[in-house]
């Protein structure tokens, strides 16, 4: 059974700061997906990683992608009081298949 | 091209209650998956259907619990006689699994509430 875990789960920073969230994966998986939550909102797709060294950026947030070692991360750059947000991975095994999530990782940038 | 849509958004019941919850999956796109988010928690798949065509329910429960896509209209999950465990909020994706994408887009969800 595919296990997702994301650490830490809860991440307090202050603007200005770089944080790095993580995401371990315990199969091999076709691809892997960052999603942002608001609160009381659905998901909004930030990033999809295909292969293995694969690297995204979006304004302050970047995304890897190493598939040997099973590890994404989401590395945050200058941290601003609009990236507080709930961050997911999410893994999917095989193309088309469902997702597995990880447990999230809930931001707070303080001003 | 209008994302994927579900309704109601919002769904209080009292226990014992059916719940039907709708799902119309965007344009063009033919799967559908079932995920629900309990509070504080991430979302866990529950199953996932093509048109007239249930391809994986291993995340649904075994009771009262059961979803269908019909060649016409949107795709339902049906809770049948709601406990208050079943509160949480339940979203639905599509892809339209064509062309080598298969990316899940995510509707709004349904809060439910079980009083």
């Known amino acids: 059974e595919l296990k997702v875990e994301q650490n830490p789960l809860f991440l307090s920073m202050q603007e200005g700061k770089n944080y790095t969230i993580y995401c371990n994966y315990s199969?091999?998986?076709?691809?892997l997906y960052w999603y942002r939550q608001d609160p009381g909102k659905s998901l909004e797709s930030l990033f999809v990683l295909l292969s293995n060294g694969a690297v995204k950026q979006e304004g302050r947030l970047m995304a890897s992608l190493d598939t040997k070692a099973r590890l994404s991360t989401l590395h945050i750059t200058a941290a601003v009081h609009d990236l507080s947000a709930t961050y997911f991975c999410?893994?999917?095994?095989?193309?088309?298949?469902?997702?597995?999530f990880g447990e999230g990782t809930q931001l707070t940038v303080n001003p | 091209n209008a994302g994927v849509m579900q309704n109601p958004r919002h769904l209080v019941r009292r226990r014992g209650q059916e719940a039907r919850l709708r799902c119309s999956p965007m344009?063009?796109?033919?799967?559908v998956y079932w995920y629900r988010q309990l509070p504080e928690e991430g979302l866990k798949f529950m199953v996932y259907l093509q048109k007239e065509n249930i391809i994986d329910e291993s995340g649904m429960p075994k009771e009262r619990f059961s979803a269908e896509f019909p060649k016409e209209g949107p795709s339902i999950l049906r809770i049948q006689q709601v406990v208050r465990g079943d509160s949480a909020a339940y979203f639905c994706?599509?892809?339209?699994?064509?062309?080598?994408?298969?990316?899940?887009?995510f509707g709004p969800g349904t809060r439910l509430t079980v009083t």
């Open positions: 999410a893994v999917e095994e095989t193309s088309g298949s469902r997702l597995t």
């Open positions: 344009k063009g796109h033919s799967h």
């Open positions: 994706a599509s892809s339209p699994f064509w062309g080598g994408s298969y990316e899940q887009y």
């Open positions: 199969t091999t998986s076709d691809r």
